[in-house]
C-alpha cells in the first residue's frame, strides 16, 4: 500500500462547476498536507497547505484535512479553464525534509 | 531572475551512456532534491542535501550519484544509462529548520530525459 493515494483520473469538467479533488494516506503521522499545481511541462507549485487538520480558503481553493479519516480534499468552485493541470498532493511530517506526493490527478476544465 | 534552474531543459543520448543534470537556485535556501518524475506523473523523491550534506538516499540504482559543490547547487550524474531512465528529472530547494514548519519546495522546470 502506496502510503498517498491519489485518483490519477483525468477529471473533465465544465467551467464554473465545483471540482472535488482527493487524496487518502496511511501514515499518521503526517502533519503537513500540502497541494501542488503542476501545467504540462512545468514544475509542480505550491497552491496552497495545511497543518493538522481543519479548512483553510484562499480565493476559490479550500483545502480541507480529516485526519480521523486521514482524507484530504481540495474544492475549487467556478472551475476557470486556466485551473487544467493537475494537482499533487503532498505531506510531510514535522521537522522531517521528505514530502511524500501522490501521484497527481490531471484536471481538464471545458470552456 | 529564475529561482531554480535546471540544465539542460531536455537530454536524449543512447543506452549505455553517461550523462549529467545541473540545478542552481539562487533563493538562499539550505536543501535541495532530485524528484522523477515518471510518464504517469508520479513524483518521486531521490536524493536530498542539506548544507551540502546527504539526508535523504531513496532506493535509487547506484548509477545514480548526486553531488552538491555548495549550498547553491546540486548535480545529478547518471552512469550507464537505461530505457526505464527516460523520465522529467525535477531539481527543487526549500528553506528549512529541523523541527520547524512545513518546506515549501520551490521546483525547476524539469530536465526531459529520453534514453534511445
Known amino acids: 500500500q502506496k502510503e498517498v493515494e491519489q485518483d490519477p483520473g483525468p477529471l473533465s469538467v465544465p467551467e464554473g462547476a465545483i471540482v472535488s479533488l482527493n487524496c487518502t494516506y496511511s501514515?499518521?503521522?503526517?502533519?503537513?498536507f500540502m497541494w501542488y499545481r503542476q501545467y504540462s511541462r512545468k514544475g509542480p507549485e505550491l497552491l496552497m497547505y495545511?497543518?493538522?487538520?481543519g479548512n483553510k480558503e484562499d480565493g476559490r481553493f479550500t483545502a480541507q484535512v480529516d485526519k480521523s479519516s486521514k482524507y484530504i480534499s481540495l474544492f475549487i468552485r467556478d472551475s476557470q479553464p486556466s485551473d487544467s493541470a493537475t494537482y499533487l498532493c503532498?505531506?510531510?511530517?514535522?521537522?522531517?525534509?521528505?514530502?511524500?506526493f501522490g501521484a497527481g490527478t490531471r484536471l481538464f476544465v471545458k470552456a | 531572475d529564475t529561482a531554480v534552474s535546471q540544465t539542460p531543459k531536455y537530454l536524449v543520448t543512447q543506452m549505455g551512456n553517461d550523462k549529467s543534470i545541473k540545478c542552481e537556485q539562487n533563493?538562499?535556501?539550505?536543501?535541495m532534491y532530485w524528484y522523477k518524475q515518471d510518464s504517469k506523473k508520479f513524483l518521486k523523491i531521490m536524493f536530498s542535501?542539506?548544507?551540502?550534506?546527504?539526508?535523504i538516499n531513496e532506493t535509487v540504482p547506484n548509477r545514480f550519484s548526486p553531488k552538491s559543490p555548495d549550498k547553491a547547487h546540486l548535480n545529478l550524474h547518471i552512469n550507464s544509462l537505461e530505457l526505464g531512465d527516460s523520465a522529467v528529472y525535477f531539481c527543487?530547494?526549500?528553506?528549512?529548520?529541523?523541527?520547524?514548519?512545513?518546506?515549501?519546495?520551490?521546483f525547476g522546470p524539469g530536465t526531459r530525459l529520453t534514453v534511445l
Open positions: 527543487a530547494s526549500s528553506q528549512d529548520l529541523p523541527g520547524s514548519s512545513y518546506n515549501e519546495q520551490f
Open positions: 501514515n499518521s503521522a503526517f502533519q503537513y
Open positions: 495545511t497543518y493538522s487538520s
Open positions: 503532498a505531506m510531510s511530517v514535522p521537522g522531517g525534509f521528505k514530502t511524500i
Open positions: 533563493l538562499g535556501h539550505d536543501t
Open positions: 542535501y542539506n548544507n551540502k550534506e546527504l539526508i
